[in-house]
């Protein structure tokens, strides 16, 4: 690799996931919902004493533990993405105003939601390892030979409802963002360098390959579907 497509790759990897973490205080300071992985973010941030980014990080490396029996190999974004988006999201709730009108509290959900597809794919081109949650899901696809679309729902919908019932913020927002999130990667994808990620994400089969034994798995989910990640 040389060191133009170096500098490309970390640009893409660092200034997506400082986009991620931005794009999650936005949606926490409006205050109208939240993805599933946040809302248990913020539910357990609510019941312990440490920084909403602290608690995105401990997540982060809980999860990455389950990859060992999956067999999942962490890259160099793995870990960037634990401690980059911990750091930029807890920075911009620092940044960002209190905001108490509807159309100010709407604007920073909907603007939230759209960065929020944009840093993905980003990311995602970048090609320097899955992130912690969607390694999760790449993992269990390959082991267990079910769905993409099955496996990411059901792990969603539990920490959707366990973040639910810590406390966290279910929403508006929350259902916004999972109507618009896939269309949105799947946009900003098509104007994102892809040379550096193992295939075309505007194919209408992606092929989802495990760690270890690089077993792979074949999906038929469409385009505007492909794994995601949640931080």
Known sequence: MNARD?????????GGL?????SMAMMITGGLGLNPWDVFHQGLAARLPISFGAITAVTGVMVLLLWIPLRQRPG?????????????????????????SVPSRAALLTG????????TAAYISAGL?????????????ARTGLSVRLVRTAIELAVLG?????????????????????????FFLGVMPQKFTAQKFT????TVRAGGDHSSVESSEPADRIPTETP
């Open 162 to 186: 366990t973040g639910w019932l810590l406390g966290g913020t279910a929403g508006v927002g929350t259902v916004l963002y999972a109507l618009a999130i896939g269309p949105l990667v799947h």
């Open 6 to 14: 170096l500098a490309l790759r970390t640009t893409l990897l660092v």
């Open 76 to 100: 160099i974004g793995t870990v960037a993405n634990i401690v980059i988006i911990a750091v930029s999201v807890d920075l911009a709730l620092d940044w960002l105003p209190d905001v108490t």
């Open 203 to 206: 194919a209408r089969k992606c």
């Open 112 to 119: 939230g939601v759209v960065l929020n597809g944009l840093a």
């Open 129 to 141: 390892g899955a992130g912690p949650r969607d390694g999760l899901m790449t993992g269990l696809v």
């Open 18 to 22: 400082t986009l991620y973490g931005t």
